[in-house]
């Protein structure tokens, strides 16, 4: 799918080995897809987005150590996915004369609240029956709310990683993933 273009060593390997920057890239390339997809919408956009990020990782922190560049990626491929979205916003305004979307990262009193249910997401996806309906309520939810969501539960980062790769106070994380999951827990409960 994506080329693999970003060998550190020219010999031919079988398989990549996970400790090498090859390996790594090889092993989140379908994930960064599917996230950026979700984002977009468009599947060319979505793999450019997904190219530029491994190509980042590559050029500016292939010589970090590789428990370093899950992070490290996932933050750039999120700020790939909002200069996206900041393009698409400044293209819509000023050739459709649509109005900028509403900042969905101010912080308001949901901060405060704790989920006392503290349903697991992994669960909620478990219990849904058909998973395109699971993938047209992620493909619907706030970019933010997504991004959390998606790094939250999919990529298994904890409130401080996803704030650093999303660039935001772990606040705004809580509040984006408190939403994405009551969102989930709603839509899912509808089609049960």
């Known amino acids: 799918m994506l080329e ?5 060593s020219t ?3 079988s398989e990549p080995s996970p400790l090498t920057l090859e390996g790594f890239l090889a092993s989140v390339e379908r994930r960064a897809y599917r996230t950026a997809l979700l984002s977009t919408r468009k599947p060319a956009d979505a793999l450019d987005i997904v190219q530029d990020a491994m190509t980042q990782l590559v050029q500016h922190y292939r010589e970090h150590q590789s428990c370093e560049w899950p992070l490290l990626f996932q933050r750039i491929l999120q700020h790939r996915i909002m200069d996206w979205h900041r393009h698409e916003t400044r293209h ?12 969905d990262d101010a912080e308001d009193e ?33 970019l933010r709310q997504r991004q959390a969501f998606m790094l939250r539960a999919w990529e298994g980062f904890d409130v401080r990683e996803t704030a650093a790769s999303m660039g935001c106070s772990e606040g705004s994380v809580k509040t984006h993933y408190f939403r994405a999951v009551q969102v989930l827990r709603e839509q899912l409960s509808k089609n049960e």
């Open 92 to 103: 819509k305004k000023w050739f459709w004369q649509t109005s900028a979307l509403l900042d």
């Open 11 to 13: 010999k031919p390997t």
């Open 110 to 142: 949901i901060n405060q609240v704790v989920d006392e249910r503290a349903e697991n997401p992994a669960e909620i996806l478990a219990r849904a029956s058909d998973i395109s309906c699971v993938i047209k309520v992620l493909e619907n939810l706030p």
């Open 4 to 8: 693999s273009s970003f060998a550190m």
